[in-house]
């Protein structure tokens, strides 16, 4: 058999409550009404009791030879005026003048008289020739004597009548509240219903245990951003990301400082502190679903492997040179211009072992003098000088050959695309190594160069400069920039010290 929804449980539990409540009020009315009718029947007695026991008419009565004569038309014309059901007055031993059924009449009243003779009026339920009614008795005094004893009472059964109509009245509200109750739960257990997709309770705790698994497992950073900018979920590996506080959820990203990492609504890559992350954003109707990719490994071989090809590419290119000055040679020999093949082919080779000597005499780090060599080669080819300061000097001081890269490569490439002369510095001395890149470009004048997206060349990437700053950052140095002079400044490993 299948479980009732969650929604179908609330329905059924409700209208429960529901039922419950309405009937346990409508118990209640009903015995409150009864009391209340009660009541009112009782102090309706005693106002017809009393009123009768003090009028002169009837004390004038008792002096009579037959007070029944006078006495009973009296009280028969005050009960149908009053609309009690009976108006007694007898005798203080009980005999009754009077009686709504003349043949009761000098018979002996059936209740209790013991209080009225002492001068109480008081009020009893009591079964009389009328059946179960509520009464009061109350003597008619008398020069301080009791003359006669007054009873008035009504039916219980006339009570009872006037409780059924109430009771049929109270039915109609009642059958009302459980009508309007019973609406009011379906429209909310519908909306519940909506809400849950008709799930049940175990259905929905097996998902959010499977929610919660999952934000917990998942290696990728994952953030919901409602409408209005408040972040409401973030799992573990966002917070360790984006070095989030624990109470991030439920506060608006702009106090959380990621206003612009969520700025865009497509993939890109970004900077957080020294991680490069890959950013994925994508509407829902909930908010932004954001995703972040942890891409700092990456983008570092990523770097390395540009730098391989960078090498490549100045191998190539420097074979393609030296075949064409190869077959110039060659040809020089065919024409008999020995003389001229042998000086040309002696001056290319000093001017490329110069180089050499040059660089890697000034360099002894092996990767960063081969990157050195490589931009020599590719500078060359895209018509652009660039120098190596006659004195540089730098061994190798095990330096991160992967961050030496990518702040010397980057700060190369930008150089040469923006001027036609380059010139690199680098020494080390106790302070830490100084890398200078300095060009004859326009330079830089916005302080935001090192952000993520700046760009002087309109294709909206900027991520060179950006990846610059965080090497610097990660190794501990400093970057400064005075329009074209790029200084870098990194502490020297301990062992180096």
């Given amino acids: ?48 009791a009393v009123s009768v026991a003090a009028s002169p008419d009837v004390l004038a009565a008792l002096d009579d030879p037959n007070p029944s004569a006078r006495l009973q038309p009296y009280a028969e014309q005050v009960r149908h005026q009053t609309g009690v059901d009976f108006v007694t007055i007898m005798k203080p031993d009980g005999t009754r003048y009077t009686h709504p059924n003349p043949a009761e009449i000098g018979k002996r009243f059936r209740g209790h008289t013991e209080r009225a003779l002492a001068g109480e009026t008081f009020d009893e339920t009591y079964t009389g020739t009328l059946g179960e009614s509520r009464r009061v008795v109350t003597p008619v005094m008398s020069g301080g004597q009791v003359r006669a004893l007054v009873s008035a009472g009504i039916t219980v059964e006339k009570i009872s009548a006037r409780v059924r109509d109430q009771l049929l009245w ?97 993939e890109r890559i970004h900077l957080v502190g020294d991680r490069v992350l890959a950013v994925n954003s994508a509407a829902s109707r909930l908010g932004t679903v954001v995703t972040l990719r ?29 075949a064409n000055r190869l077959h110039t040679v060659i040809t020089l020999v065919e024409l008999g211009r020995t003389e001229q093949a042998v000086a040309l082919g002696t001056a290319e080779l000093r001017a490329a072992q110069e180089l050499t000597d040059r660089v890697v005499g000034a360099v002894r780090e092996p990767v960063l003098a081969a990157l050195l060599l490589g931009k020599s080669a590719e500078a060359a080819e895209r018509g652009v000088e660039l120098v190596i300061s006659q004195d540089s000097e730098l061994d190798d001081l095990a330096l991160d050959p992967r961050e030496l890269v990518t702040i010397v490569g980057n700060l190369i490439d930008n150089a040469i695309d923006a001027a036609s002369q380059v010139e690199v510095h680098l020494c080390a001395d106790r302070e830490g190594v100084l890398i200078t890149v300095a060009d004859n470009g326009p330079g830089l004048a916005d302080p935001h160069a090192f952000d993520k997206g700046w760009t002087t060349k309109g294709d909206g990437h900027g991520l060179g400069l950006a990846l610059v700053g965080q090497s610097v950052r990660r190794m501990g140095g400093t970057i400064d920039v005075e329009g074209s002079v790029f200084t870098v400044r990194l502490p020297l490993p301990e062992r180096a010290r």
């Avoid at 529901?18 to 209340?36: E, I, P």
């Avoid at 809400?195 to 929610?211: S, W």
């Avoid at 990523?302 to 490549?312: K, M, S, V």
């Fill in 1 to 48: 058999m299948r479980r009732l929804s969650l929604a179908g449980q609330m329905l059924v539990l409700q209208l429960l409550v529901v039922a419950v409540t309405v009937a346990g009020l409508a118990v209640l009315a009903l015995v409150q009404a009864r009391d209340l009718l009660t009541d009112e029947a009782s102090s309706k007695a005693r106002a017809v």
């Fill in 170 to 266: 109270g039915g109609l509200v009642v059958a009302l509240a459980l009508s309007l109750g019973a609406a009011g739960t379906w429209l909310v257990t519908a909306r519940l219903r909506r809400q849950t997709h008709g799930l049940g309770p175990v259905e929905l705790g097996r998902i959010h245990d499977h929610h919660d698994a999952v934000l917990h497992a998942v290696r990728e950073g994952l953030l919901l951003v409602g409408k209005d900018g408040t972040l409401t979920l973030c799992n573990d590996a966002a917070r360790q990301l984006l070095d989030l506080p624990a109470d991030a959820e439920g506060r608006h990203v702009g106090e959380l400082g990621l206003a612009e990492v969520l700025a865009d609504d497509e």
């Fill in 294 to 322: 942890d891409h700092t490994e990456l983008q570092a071989l990523t770097g390395q492997l540009d730098a391989e090809r960078g090498f490549a590419d100045s191998l190539r290119s420097a074979a393609h040179e030296a």
